[in-house]
T-cell receptor, first 115, second 113 residues
Framework: NAGVTQTPKFQVLKTGQSMTLQCAQDMNHEYMSWYRQDPGMGLRLIHYSVGAGITDQGEVPNGYNVSRSTTEDFPLRLLSAAPSQTSVYFC??????????????FGNGTRLTVT | DAKTTQPTSMDCAEGRAANLPCNHSTISGNEYVYWYRQIHSQGPQYIIHGLKNNETNEMASLIITEDRKSSTLILPHATLRDTAVYYCIVRVGSGGSNYKLTFGKGTLLTVNP
C-alpha cells in the first residue's frame, strides 16, 4: 500500500512549456485534489474531483487543467507554464462516501520551478 | 466549509505540553474539526479529528468547546520533532461545495530545547 504517489519530485520548466504532474493513489479513494503551496502561504486548492469523470475548480484554478478518467489517477496539466506557477504542488485523496469523515492523505509533493 | 482562525506562531519548551488553539465560530452542526501538521516541506500529515466530544490518539488530544466554536490541539510532551506548521480545518462528510477543503496559513509551532 503506497498511499498517494506524486511524480516527478522536482521539475524545471521554461516559460511556455507544458507538462503534467502525476498523482496516483491505491486506496480506492473517491475524492482527490491538488493544492499549491507558496512561501509564507498556506495550501491553496487548485482543482478537486469527487469521482471518476467528475472534476471541479478550487480557489486558484487558472492555468491548470485536470481530468479523472480512473479512480486511481488525477493528473494536473500546465498547458503553458508561467513563472507565477513556480510552487510546491501537493496531491491529496480521501474516502468520501455519504457521511464518511476519512482524513486527507497527502503525497510528498512536486517542486516546480518555471524560469 | 467554515473558516478557521489560528495564531501565526507559538513556542513551546521541549517536554512541556503544547496547546494550539483554533477558532471556528461559524462551524455548522455537521462539520468535523480536523488537525494536520506539515513538517518542513513534507506533505501535510493527519493528526486527529472530532465532532463534539474530546478525542485522544497516540499523537495528540483534541478538546472541543461545548458550543463547538473553538478547539485546542494538545501535544502532551512536545519534542523537537514536533516543530511544524499545524493546520486546523473544518469540513462536513459529503455534499455540494463542502468538497472544497481549504487550508489557512496554520500555526508555526517551534519546540525549543
Amino acid at each position: 500500500n503506497a498511499g498517494v504517489t506524486q511524480t516527478p519530485k522536482f521539475q524545471v520548466l521554461k516559460t511556455g512549456q507544458s507538462m503534467t504532474l502525476q498523482c496516483a493513489q491505491d486506496m480506492n479513494h473517491e475524492y482527490m485534489s491538488w493544492y499549491r503551496q507558496d512561501p509564507g502561504m498556506g495550501l491553496r486548492l487548485i482543482h478537486y474531483s469527487v469521482g471518476a469523470g467528475i472534476t471541479d475548480q478550487g480557489e486558484v484554478p487558472n492555468g491548470y487543467n485536470v481530468s479523472r478518467s480512473t479512480t486511481e489517477d488525477f493528473p494536473l496539466r500546465l498547458l503553458s507554464a508561467a513563472p507565477s506557477q513556480t510552487s510546491v504542488y501537493f496531491c491529496a485523496s480521501s474516502s468520501w462516501t455519504g457521511g464518511n469523515n476519512s482524513p486527507l492523505h497527502f503525497g510528498n509533493g512536486t517542486r516546480l520551478t518555471v524560469t | 466549509d467554515a473558516k478557521t482562525t489560528q495564531p501565526t506562531s507559538m513556542d513551546c519548551a521541549e517536554g512541556r505540553a503544547a496547546n494550539l488553539p483554533c477558532n471556528h465560530s461559524t462551524i455548522s452542526g455537521n462539520e468535523y474539526v480536523y488537525w494536520y501538521r506539515q513538517i518542513h516541506s513534507q506533505g501535510p500529515q493527519y493528526i486527529i479529528h472530532g465532532l463534539k466530544n474530546n478525542e485522544t490518539n497516540e499523537m495528540a488530544s483534541l478538546i472541543i468547546t461545548e458550543d463547538r466554536k473553538s478547539s485546542t490541539l494538545i501535544l502532551p510532551h512536545a519534542t523537537l520533532r514536533d516543530t511544524a506548521v499545524y493546520y486546523c480545518i473544518v469540513r462536513v462528510g459529503s455534499g455540494g461545495s463542502n468538497y472544497k477543503l481549504t487550508f489557512g496559513k496554520g500555526t508555526l509551532l517551534t519546540v525549543n530545547p
